[in-house]
């Protein structure tokens, strides 16, 4: 039993790759790639962080051989793919920690380590630390968003934990609550602060005061949705 699910778990792996591959190209620009960080975060949690970042790295180095992508598609990829199975393992099965991972390990970390390898292996000139970070982040919210929103309706359609154990994965079982989920959605306003803040001093020479103000105006959009989805989302008392 524990040999078939484990065969069960490498086939659908190699599924997760090739799909990876396909839709990549969907909505990607140098510097963001949406759809896999969709990739990255269902197989953060269906196969755990170490198949994650197997898969990842398997998707990159095929984009590179016969896409021509520059290595973004591996610094852009794995980091995320690990910490957001790192952080769903450690959280015990709290989606949006998932989502964090792959925000935080792709939008900062990833971002971060583009710029040595696109400038001193690439040949890339022009850029800064942080050059990277507002896209690589926007492309974590779009692609990290829709596999929130896909696993979350496996989760409460009850098939999540059938898949994980199908494949011989942890199952965490009542580990997300709506004020989690709440929580995440206003950690996400921090980091989309540091990206607005990030992207106007990098793209822009001579901020006004609206550009000067769009970073207040993304964290409080953040803040604001936390709430209303706290507001709409949370159980209803029973009335007496």
């Not at 898969?55 to 095929?62: D, E, K, P, S, V």
């Not at 380590?113 to 926007?138: E, H, K, N, Q």
């Not at 934990?161 to 199952?171: E, Y």
């Amino acid at each position: 039993m524990k040999k078939n699910k484990h065969v069960m778990k490498l086939v659908f792996l190699a599924m997760m790759v090739a799909l990876g591959v396909v839709i990549s190209p969907i909505l990607r620009v140098e510097g963001m790639c949406p759809m896999a960080h969709f990739i990255n975060v269902t197989c953060a949690v269906l196969l755990g962080p170490w198949y994650a970042f197997v898969c990842a790295l398997a998707i990159g180095i095929i984009r590179m051989a016969f896409m021509g992508i520059p290595p973004l598609a591996l610094t852009g990829a794995v980091f995320g793919a690990f910490l957001s199975g790192m952080l769903y393992r450690l959280s015990k099965g709290k989606l949006v920690c998932a989502f964090i991972g792959e925000v935080i390990g792709t939008g900062i970390i990833g971002a971060i380590v583009s710029y040595p390898v696109m400038t001193f292996l690439w040949g890339r000139t022009g850029l800064t630390w942080f050059f990277y970070v507002p896209s690589f982040i926007a492309g974590t919210l779009i692609g990290g968003s829709l596999a929130f929103l896909f696993l979350k309706h496996l989760q409460k359609a009850r098939l999540l934990s059938t898949f994980q154990d199908a494949l011989g994965s942890k199952v965490y079982e009542g580990s997300d609550t709506v004020a989690n989920d709440a929580l995440g959605i206003a950690f996400l306003g921090f980091i989309g602060y540091l990206a607005t803040l990030i992207a106007v001093r990098v793209f822009v020479s001579s901020p006004g005061p609206l550009a000067n103000s769009l970073k207040y105006i993304v964290l409080a959009a953040f803040v604001l949705g936390a709430a209303l989805y706290w507001l709409v989302k949370r159980p209803k008392t029973a009335k007496a």
